[in-house]
């Protein structure tokens, strides 16, 4: 990786802040030496602010943190493309970028649908009615097996032509992976994670 100019902007370079998952442009920060290896250290985007005279962690105050997942250094060496998975509105005046442009995702509801299955996991004997809480109560081998059974009636209905059926056990399919993944301490974040290293790797 080639090195950052610092010394060519006075020792702050511009930070373009981008989604990974998404694409889309959030916001534009300022770097020094500093804010980056606490960006890299902490794992949030931290910055040098110009008003403040001080570094500072992007969510410190909101708690709209942005999770840090690699840098990018532009040809010159005095720009850098931060990729980051925002945490809530990225903009102070609470949309989703600094442009006010919506940050639009196919992965957004999944993240909704773990929020509820980690509410239900965490209001377990006080929800009678929830099936997911009725799923931890029962514990991974059964909810293992609900994947397991998913999964077949997934394959059988990929063999058949009925569209609807084959999309409504991928769904069952990937509900009741969500839960497991809860179950065994993990998130989708966990998986795409594994999935970012070995695309890395393979380049």
């Not at 920060?29 to 008003?51: D, H, I, P, Q």
Request: aromatic share 8%.
């Amino acid at each position: 990786m080639r090195a950052i100019d610092y010394d060519k902007s006075g020792g702050l370079v511009p930070a373009i802040i981008q989604d990974a998952d998404t694409g889309t442009v959030l916001m534009l920060g300022y770097m020094n030496r500093e804010a980056l290896e606490k960006t890299r250290e902490s794992g949030r985007v931290t910055f040098y602010s110009r008003s403040k005279q001080r570094l500072w962690t992007k969510g410190e105050s909101s708690g709209n943190y942005l999770e840090f997942v690699e840098y990018l250094i532009d040809c010159d060496g005095d720009a850098l493309l931060v990729k980051a998975r925002p945490q809530g509105p990225v903009c102070h005046t609470g949309t989703d970028t600094c442009w006010s442009q919506p940050n639009h995702s196919g992965h957004a509801f999944l993240a909704q649908l773990e929020a509820v299955i980690a509410q239900r996991k965490a209001s377990l004997g006080t929800e009678s009615n929830s099936y997911v809480a009725s799923l931890f109560e029962k514990g991974v081998p059964k909810i293992a097996q609900k994947v397991g059974e998913e999964a077949v009636e997934t394959v059988i209905e990929a063999m058949d032509n009925n569209p609807d059926h084959f999309l409504g056990e991928s769904a069952d399919l990937v509900f009741h992976l969500l839960v497991l993944l809860q179950a065994k301490g993990f998130t989708l974040k966990d998986v795409l994670g594994v999935l970012e290293a070995r695309h890395r790797e393979s380049r």
